[in-house]
């Protein structure tokens, strides 16, 4: 790296998503006195929106993307580059850009975020789901297609598979139940129902946050990632003129996925002409063989890393996120990391686990931003306090659901006690409680109990002699624990 060009600043961010953007409009504000720099591979950033703390620890927010000149015309000392990084020498305190631009930092947060984890890298009949263009790569060709196969089981299979009209789906989940990222088999029974629905039916308004889109920018490779009600203005319609189902195939993964040319020359001891004539032949590890026009993976996420490992001491975790400690702080010095790229690696409050969830980026960008500022300051700093107990608010099939806690049991093995309380059509209600205190809930409908069940998770009150009690829909909880 040669030196002449090389630009002097305080702080750098790499990434314009909410963790960068938020870490980097904390810092502008914060030291306005002082160069800040937003390095970003995408030509728009994100910002939150109407952001409404919904009680101690739920927060809601609307998401915008938007030219990166709002940013700077909000915070003249912040300078935000499009381009990516393409090398960092932690030592030096040196990253070097795409654009052939050299940055000496004093501190650096990196939220590169995270890309999908494909099944196979390079298939064309494989698409992943992950930012504005790549959702558009899918309406595109869904809108040509017959039937496609999704694999996976998180928020955004789940999404998917509710929303795709006029093409048949063939769902594979390695779990005994749908969403198992989010829900146990109870509640995965309460929401099938909903997939069976016909679209017109479905018209509850969307009440979630919104994700606008600015049209302004031709984007390429490393967009962000998208976040609640991606597929909002974007039609999933496919060719068929009625909604053709969903169909699951639970506790399976994909064994091999087959062109149309290698399926009819393969060995394959199965009808072939009864299977019918397709672009691509997925074989499931259940021995099923489905043909189909493309196969959507969306089986979780791989965190950005690569342009900062090379040359540098970074320590992973076993997700290979950048291992963070409690200030935010990776392994190299003066590095930080939030977002989908960093990995949690301080010893969490014992309600609390990471989910790469947009509320997560917000919170860790805007922490990551303290911690430097502290670090600069030398001013001691204390974990947060939206690290005390994991939750998330979301949408899925049109109905509210909120998540508290260890909402499905993590970690508590046989040490726990489930209350649920179900009413179908309409809301499911599930306690997580272990030694008597509750630790954990899902809350999906309007049910108007998670202020209520918050604060009993936070307070961890001894709540055996309520027993049953707790879940009945003739007691007003809320008057119970006044
Ligand atoms: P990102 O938003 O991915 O931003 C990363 C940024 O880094 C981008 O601007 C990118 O251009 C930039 N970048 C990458 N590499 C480089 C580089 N080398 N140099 C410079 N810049 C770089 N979460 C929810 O809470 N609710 C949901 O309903 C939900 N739905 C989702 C649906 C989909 C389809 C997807 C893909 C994700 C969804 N998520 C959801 C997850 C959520 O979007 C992410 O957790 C969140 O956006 C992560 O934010 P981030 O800032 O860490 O990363």
Redesign the pocket.
């Known amino acids: 790296i040669e030196s002449p060009s090389i630009a002097k600043l305080t702080f750098v961010i790499?990434?314009?998503?909410?963790?960068?953007v938020t870490c980097a409009e904390q810092i502008a504000s914060q030291f306005a006195s002082d160069d800040v720099c937003l390095?970003?591979?995408?030509p728009l950033v994100?910002t939150v929106t109407n952001f409404k703390q919904v009680s101690k620890t739920l927060e809601e927010f609307d998401v915008e993307e938007q030219p990166s000149s709002v940013l700077e015309e909000k915070y003249p000392n912040l300078k935000v580059i499009q381009s990516?990084?393409k090398l960092l020498r932690a030592k030096e305190h040196l990253l070097q850009a795409e654009n052939g631009q050299t940055f000496h930092y004093k501190k650096l947060c990196i939220?590169?975020?995270?890309r999908p984890k494909l099944l196979t890298q390079d298939n064309p009949h494989v698409l992943g789901?992950?930012d504005t263009d790549s959702a558009q790569e899918f309406q595109k060709r869904l809108s040509k297609a017959k039937r496609i196969v999704v694999i996976g089981n998180g928020?955004?299979a789940l999404e998917l598979v509710y929303e795709v009209e006029g093409c048949e789906v063939i769902w594979a989940v390695k779990d005994r139940a749908i969403g198992n990222t989010f829900f146990d088999a109870g509640a995965a029974q309460f929401l099938i129902p909903s997939l069976e629905v016909d679209k017109k039916e479905r018209s509850l308004p969307c009440k979630r946050a919104r994700y606008t889109t600015d049209k302004t920018g031709g984007s390429k490779e490393?967009?962000?990632?998208?976040?609640?009600d991606?597929h909002e203005g974007i039609e999933l319609r496919g060719t068929e003129q009625n909604s053709s189902g969903v169909h699951i195939e639970y506790e399976c993964e994909v064994d091999k996925i087959y062109t149309q040319q290698e399926f009819l020359q393969s060995q394959l001891d199965t009808n072939k002409s009864e299977l019918g004539l397709w672009p691509a032949y997925v074989q499931l590890t259940n021995g099923k063989i489905y043909g189909c026009d493309f196969v959507v993976s969306a089986t979780g996420v791989v965190p950005?890393t690569d342009?900062f490992l090379s040359g540098n001491n970074f320590e992973l975790a076993g997700d290979h996120g950048l291992r963070v400690d409690d200030h935010m702080r990776t392994s190299e010095q003066d590095v930080y990391a939030a977002?989908?790229?960093c990995t949690a690696g301080w010893e969490p409050s014992a309600l609390w686990q990471q989910m790469?969830?947009?509320?997560q980026?917000r919170q860790m960008?805007w922490y990551a931003a303290r911690c430097m500022a502290a670090d600069v300051l030398e001013e001691p700093i204390e974990l947060d306090f939206c690290f005390e107990l994991f939750s998330?608010i979301?949408k899925f099939f049109n109905y509210k659901v909120v998540l508290l806690g260890k909402f499905n049991a993590q970690g508590l093995g046989q040490d726990h006690e489930l209350l649920v309380r179900c009413t179908k059509g309409q809301e499911y209600v599930k306690v997580v409680l272990t030694g008597g205190r509750m630790v954990g809930a899902v809350l999906i409908g309007e049910t108007d109990l998670e202020e209520t069940f918050e604060n009993l998770i936070l307070n961890q009150m001894d709540l055996s002699r309520y027993g049953e009690e707790l879940l009945n829909p003739n007691i007003d909880i809320e008057d119970y624990f006044d």
Do not use: Y
Not at 39 to 42: C, D, F, G, R, V
Not at 111 to 114: E, H, I, K, Q, V
């Open positions: 790499v990434g314009g998503g909410i963790a960068g390095l970003t591979a995408s994100k990516a990084v939220c590169s975020g995270a789901i992950r928020g955004i490393l967009g962000s990632a998208l976040g609640p991606w950005n342009p977002g989908d790229v790469r969830l947009w509320t980026a960008g998330h979301t």
